[in-house]
């Protein structure tokens, strides 16, 4: 089974940085993902990480600790539109190696 | 940038009647999902298809659904008797070969069953 959690909601300031954190127990692991989905649109692609360490793109970074089934998002220089939810997502070992989610954290970025 | 076309964007139905959703994924793609979700709740794995068939699916996959690629482009999900509880948004996803390779969603289609 899988077993992904999230901070239900944060609250961030414009320009500041934002750390969202996921932690993760699962019967197979074959990479983590991080998705932006804002209200009523579907999910978007913004990192993927299969070894440990981090990942940068941009104003985004992403780290992972297989040992320890952690993994956070991090987010810099903050922006009004950065306002939406974050989904951890884990992909297993089965043959089409399906995603699992979070819950999601539902950033809001305040002025 | 390719993307995964789904429609319609809203279906309503009443209970009991059949739903089929569409999907278009991308064109060299090989692994195929569908996926829901409940409002204000989390992104559900319902099904997996890949080389014209079933690959896994999940526990809320029950005999009421199921899917099919009628042709070399479609992929349809079908609910046979909707519930009142299978009111969601439903998204198609789909993905290419290779360790890296991202989920790429559609849009969504939002189902509502009166």
């Known amino acids: 089974g899988q077993n992904i959690d999230q901070p239900t909601e944060m609250t961030a300031t414009e320009g500041a940085i934002v750390q969202i954190n996921c932690t993760y127990q699962?019967?197979?692991?074959?990479?983590l993902f991080w998705y932006q989905q804002h209200a009523g649109e579907a999910p978007t692609f913004l990192s993927y990480?299969?070894?440990?360490g981090l990942e940068e793109k941009g104003r985004f970074s992403s780290f992972l600790s297989r040992s320890k089934g952690y993994s956070y998002l991090l987010l810099k220089e903050l922006q009004m539109k950065d306002s939406a939810s974050y989904l951890c997502?884990?992909?297993?070992?089965?043959?089409?190696?399906?995603?699992?989610f979070g819950t999601g954290t539902r950033l809001t970025v305040i002025p | 940038e390719p993307e995964v076309t789904q429609t319609p964007s809203h279906q309503v139905t009443q209970m009991g009647q059949e739903v089929i959703l569409h999907c278009v994924p991308i064109s060299n793609h090989l692994y195929f999902y569908w996926y829901r979700q409940i409002l204000g709740q989390k992104v559900e794995f319902l099904v997996s298809f890949y080389n014209n068939e079933i690959s896994e699916k999940s526990e809320i996959f029950d005999d009421q659904f199921s899917v099919e690629r009628p042709d070399g482009s479609n992929f349809t999900l079908k609910i046979r008797s909707t519930k009142l509880e299978d009111s969601a948004m439903y998204f198609c996803a789909s993905r290419g070969t290779g360790r890296s390779s991202s989920y790429t969603f559609g849009s969504g289609t939002r189902l509502t069953v009166v």
């Open positions: 997502a884990v992909r297993d070992l089965t043959g089409a190696n399906n995603l699992f």
């Open positions: 699962t019967s197979g692991f074959n990479g």
């Open positions: 990480n299969v070894l440990d």
